[in-house]
């Protein structure tokens, strides 16, 4: 049998994989194969042929198993079918194998929408009663396992509802990126036309005036010269102040990305920040993409109604506080934490994750540095 | 024989400029130089230049809409637009109206009143650097179209190479692609399609 970690390898090394790309990072997939052990609890195993004969429905059921997630939804409806077969006919030689029809219940939740997978879980559910009932099994194991393809189904729903909302999310944070790079690429255009063109225009419209001036020995190329120079400064300060527009404050311009991120996941932004103005550029930019890691976990993970994003100056400290009011997010850590504590570490300041009803993450950082 | 020009240009010290440089020109004769294009179309007929040189984009009365007017009221005074960037669809715009010349606010003094000169002379001058690489509303980029353009009013390769700054060979070699572009036989037929799929 491929075990999970080979198969990881086998991907990143030869781009090969068990998994179609949009599943390739979705270790849980490899993971819920342990409960195949199920099976083998109570599998005919005494002799060669029955030890054969369990192998091979196992093979059977791992081709199938990777084949409904290649397919496309409709057509991933025969290997599940086939995997439900798989488990009605064997479940009746021996209880394990009715994991098959769990795992028919999970792909389906999993795969289709959220109608076609209780429609898939109830069959699977139904044709488990009808050969686990007449096959005399006692009514202690037809209970149990109803309950764990009925919780294994809810379970695989909700994973699934996680990935789409995931994706989406993904899709929307991308168009936003497009839309800030587009009007920032405008933004440039329309600057360098206004400002540099026409100084630009002038400065060679005025060099060619005072050298044809001179190559006529007429007065006025003294003049033009003098006034090259001072339109090459304008336009050297219209760059400066171009520039400096482009740079000037990431916090400012990462906090109105932050509050449109988290509008577009349904989370309600509550916004007090007053922007302490000894903050040099490097703290900005390092507190700015602490606050990028932060706001994108609550938005992707949180499940939070609200996240509330506090920046202050406390004594000669800088604060930063982002709260949501979500699920205390289990899986919380990992998700770049480690980053935002390293830069918090790169600006003297101090990072610390708190979880309660919903989780708060709060920045210290000294103020002093570059005032 | 001089050239009576009018400058239309709404920053100052460039019009300023323009309006020195024009004057070095002993065949040129500057009747006046103004910042608004408003103003200048109101003195046009006691002023009656020859050629309106003026800049594209003005607050108020953009060179375009002065084009326009002038169409109307000066039938005979023709108009060179002069413009720092090339935008897309300005100059086919600039060609529906009927304007002699497009041209760089920078070029050089002697290419500028070269270009006024052929202008007045009834010839056409068109900055190939102001053609926009790639135009949304059309499938033809802007080069093809003022191409197109130019062979409507029926000009030959060399007159199109010479309005272009082009050699004539290379006119030929843009017309050969333009053709199989979209599947003309001859330049007849080429403004054929264009007209019928409205990119002129």
Not at chain 1, 109 to 129: E, H, I, K, Q
Request: glycine content about 8%.
């Amino acid at each position: 049998m491929l075990a999970p970690p080979s198969a990881q390898t086998a991907r990143r090394e030869r781009q090969w994989s068990l998994l179609p790309r949009r599943h390739a990072q979705s270790w849980e997939i490899y993971a819920s194969l342990i409960f195949v052990l199920f099976y083998f609890a109570g599998a005919p195993m005494n002799s060669a042929a029955s030890v054969a004969a369990s192998a091979s429905a196992v093979l059977i059921f791992l081709g199938l198993y990777f084949a409904s997630y290649w397919l496309a939804p409709v057509v991933a409806t025969a290997p599940i079918a086939g995997i439900a077969i798989l488990g009605a006919m064997l479940t009746p030689a021996h209880p394990g194998a009715s994991v098959f029809l769990c795992y028919a219940a999970s792909l389906a939740c999993y795969l289709f929408p959220w109608r076609y997978g209780v429609a898939a879980a109830s069959a699977a559910l139904a044709t488990f009663l009808l050969v686990a009932g007449s096959a005399g099994y006692p009514d202690s194991y037809l209970a149990i396992n109803s309950i764990v393809i009925v919780a294994v189904a809810a379970i695989y729903m909700q994973a699934r509802r996680s990935a789409v909302i995931s994706e989406r999310l993904h899709l929307r944070e991308a168009e936003l990126a497009a839309i800030h790079r587009a009007s920032e690429r405008r933004r440039i255009a329309h600057d360098l036309h206004d400002q540099l063109g026409q100084h630009l225009v002038l400065i060679a419209l005025k060099a060619d005036l005072g050298r044809k001036q001179a190559a006529a020995g007429m007065p006025g190329a003294e003049r033009e010269l003098s006034e090259i120079g001072a339109a090459a400064r304008d336009t050297l300060n219209s760059v400066r102040r171009v520039v400096s527009g482009y740079s000037a404050r990431p916090l400012l311009k990462e906090l109105s990305h932050a509050e449109e991120v988290l509008r577009l996941a349904g989370v309600e932004p509550r916004i007090d920040a007053q922007v302490p103005e000894g903050l040099s550029e490097r703290q900005e930019c390092f507190v700015a993409l602490i606050l990028r890691e932060a706001v994108t976990n609550v938005a992707r993970h949180a499940r939070a109604s609200s996240c509330t994003i506090r920046i202050c100056a406390e004594a000669c400290t800088l604060v930063v506080e982002i709260t949501d009011d979500g699920r205390g997010a289990l899986r919380y850590d990992g998700f770049g934490t480690d980053g935002m504590r390293e830069r918090a570490a790169q600006i003297g300041g101090k990072l610390d994750v708190r979880r309660d009803k919903g989780t708060r993450v709060s920045l210290r950082a000294p103020l002093d540095e570059g005032a | 024989m001089t050239i009576r020009v009018l400058v239309v240009e709404d920053q100052k010290t460039v019009l300023a400029a323009l309006v020195a440089l024009l004057k070095l020109n002993s065949d040129f004769e500057v009747a006046g130089g103004f910042a608004d294009a408003a103003e200048a179309l109101a003195a046009v007929p006691a002023l009656k230049p020859d050629v309106v040189v003026s800049d594209i984009q003005m607050p108020g009365m953009s060179g375009l809409e002065l084009a326009q007017a002038l169409r109307g009221q000066a039938p005979n005074c023709r108009v060179v637009l002069l413009s720092t960037f090339a935008r897309a669809g300005y100059v086919q715009e600039a060609l529906r109206l009927g304007i002699g010349g497009y041209l760089l606010k920078d070029s050089p003094p002697e290419r500028l009143a070269d270009g006024i000169r052929a202008v007045a002379a009834g010839r056409r001058q068109i900055e190939s650097a102001l053609l926009a690489l790639d135009d949304e509303s059309t499938s033809l980029s802007e080069r093809d179209c003022v191409l197109l353009h130019l062979v409507r009013e029926g000009l030959s390769n060399a007159e199109i190479g010479a309005a272009l700054g082009l050699s004539e060979g290379t006119v030929k070699n843009l017309m050969t692609v333009l053709l199989a572009n979209i599947g003309a036989k001859n330049r007849i037929e080429a403004c054929r399609i264009a007209e019928k799929k409205g990119w002129l």
